[in-house]
């Protein structure tokens, strides 16, 4: 069975950083690509970043280029999600998501989510 | 970015109804369209692959057609379990979402 649990989330002030993880186990992490995506309070869903699972090839949103990083580490089957300088706007629940395969962004399996307030 | 735009914005419908939900994409998006059911503080749950492909263990009552720019999720005769938030997404280009389909109990 496909399991993510993130964590990380926290109350955070405007400009600082944060940094989620997903724990990701019942799959073998290197063949699949991963997702963050997140949702605002009371709003959809929207895609922060993504990246392959054979080539470290990434993309993100133009809302959080140059702000967020995210990376995977193959040797503890774990996501993360680097955020720097944070504004008020990035407060949201964030899931780690799972892709059907290494090359469609096409979300099979969802985390609890880990909520990531920015606020002072 | 490629615009989805979901209708109705919200539904009111009972157990047993058929249920329609259009998804509208801003440009040819070929069959790179997927749906997602999301309840009340929980993650969405996966529902309909590639326009029409069932995910696995999700019921035969649910299904997906259209191509291009104009979708459908349908759902022929409603289950209790089958209220909350329905988003569909694109997986074409960079990925987004409609503004969801909130379909509550009559």
């Known amino acids: 069975e496909v399991q993510l649990v993130e964590s990380g989330g926290d109350l955070v002030q405007p400009g600082g950083s944060l940094r989620l993880a997903c724990a990701a186990s019942g799959f073998t992490f290197t063949n699949y690509g991963m997702s963050w995506v997140r949702q605002a309070p009371g709003s959809g869903l929207q895609f922060v970043a993504a990246i392959k699972g054979y080539v470290d090839r990434t993309e993100y949103a133009g809302s959080v280029q140059g702000r967020f990083t995210i990376s995977r580490d193959k040797s503890k089957d774990t996501l993360y999600l680097q955020m720097n300088s944070l504004r008020a706007e990035d407060t949201a629940v964030y899931y780690c998501?799972?892709?059907?395969?290494?090359?469609?962004?096409?979300?099979?399996?969802w985390g609890q989510g880990t909520l990531v307030t920015v606020s002072s | 970015d490629v615009q989805l735009t979901q209708s109705p914005s919200s539904l009111i419908a009972s157990v047993g109804d058929r249920v329609t939900i259009t998804c509208r994409a801003s440009?040819?998006?070929?069959?790179?369209l997927n749906w997602y059911q999301q309840n009340p503080g929980k993650a969405p749950k996966f529902v309909i692959y590639?326009?029409?492909n069932l995910e696995s263990g999700v019921p035969s009552r649910f299904s997906g057609s259209g191509s291009g720019t104009d979708f459908t999720l349908t759902i022929s005769s409603l289950e209790p379990e089958d209220f909350g938030t329905y988003y569909c997404q694109q997986s074409y280009t960079t990925p987004t979402f409609g503004q969801g389909t909130r379909l509550e109990i009559k």
């Open positions: 440009q040819n998006i070929g069959i790179y």
């Open positions: 998501t799972k892709q059907m395969d290494d090359s469609t962004s096409t979300y099979d399996s």
């Open positions: 590639r326009a029409s």
